[in-house]
């Protein structure tokens, strides 16, 4: 019996009926293959507005840092990061998501500007600056495809989101940020170590029952899949949704890229940043010690 039979069975779906309302044969046995890197399944929906309403409350969540940071663990970080700006800077944030970072900065003078694709976390930060009368500038977009003629004096990419794009699409992401920086301008950016990438590939299958959860709001069971390509260093997960009233099934599929500490240098170096460095001291709190690191490199 295959796992995704056994997941049916304990949850009382009827195979036949669910191979016959929703997947025909073929269907049933692409599930048996393994999901390519960057091709398989839907994509995960941050940017879908009932997504993303439901993602912002794990990001003000303050019980765990699955999604963002505590409010400790922000402050830690912010600790590290303020000296490093010149009084009255200009900072950049990428991927800012509901602004915890950028709120805090423009508390202390500086002029922010954060970019994400989730429009909840979005619309949250921009109240939440109007209501503080704070210079902050959020822009609803894909970091990828963001662009700007403004130049800063820091740009931050925290929580390890380098990992989930495409190598291609980071050497471009890290030519724009060379180009957005002032002279002396500083960028820091929190990576995922090539092990964790790796253990994340490596992981056992699970599964988990839930009345409402992020990938539905109706009774569901996910499925979790995890595969690793050593060739192409990169880990796959599969999220494989099943409705428990229509015995519908939806794939999601995630994938993320595992580099060296020679490569993150490699590639910061190539993209014109200068002075890269590990950043030893960097605070990523308990629950991603010795998986997430952080580098800091200069525009000259």
């Known amino acids: ?21 929703i997947m025909n044969l073929s269907q049933l046995m692409q599930l048996t293959q393994r999901p390519l890197p960057w ?19 794990s990001h003000l969540s303050q019980d765990h840092d699955w999604a963002s940071r ?10 590290w990061i303020v000296p490093r700006i010149p009084v009255g800077g200009r900072v950049l944030d990428l991927g800012c998501g509901p602004g ?14 954060g970019v994400d694709f989730s429009p909840a976390s979005i619309a949250y930060a921009e109240r939440q600056a109007t209501e503080h ?29 380098f990992n989930v794009f495409r190598r291609e699409e980071m050497v471009s992401v890290l030519r724009n940020v060379h180009r957005w920086l002032n002279p002396a301008g500083q960028f820091i950016v929190e990576v995922h170590q090539y092990d964790e990438v790796q253990r994340q590939g490596l992981a056992d299958t699970s599964w988990d029952r839930a009345e409402s959860g992020l990938f539905s709001i109706r009774p569901h069971v996910c499925l979790q899949e995890n595969f690793w390509y050593q060739a192409e260093s990169s880990a796959v997960t599969r999220y ?15 994938t993320m890229q595992a580099y060296t500490d020679q490569q993150y240098g490699n590639l910061l170096r190539q993209a014109g940043l200068m002075r890269v460095n590990q950043v030893d001291d960097w605070p990523t709190g308990d629950t991603f010690a010795n998986k997430l690191t952080a580098y800091l490199a200069s525009k000259d």
Not at 43 to 48: D, G
Not at 147 to 159: K, Q, S
Not at 240 to 254: F, Q, R
């Open 133 to 161: 009368r704070l210079d902050i500038h959020y822009h609803l977009q894909d970091l990828r495809t963001f662009d700007t003629a403004e130049r800063f004096d820091l740009i931050m990419m925290t929580f390890g989101e």
């Open 70 to 79: 505590r409010a400790t663990i922000i402050e830690q970080q912010l600790n």
């Open 1 to 21: 019996m295959s796992y995704l039979t056994q997941v049916y069975c304990a949850y009382g779906i009827n195979i036949i009926s669910l191979m016959g309302n």
């Open 240 to 254: 494989l949704i099943i409705d428990l009233e229509s015995t519908n099934l939806t794939e999601y599929g995630a």
């Open 100 to 113: 915890l970072y950028t709120q805090r900065l423009a508390e202390q003078g500086f002029k922010c500007v």
């Open 39 to 57: 091709e398989s399944g839907d994509k995960i929906p941050w940017n879908e507005v009932e997504f993303s309403q439901r993602m912002l409350s």
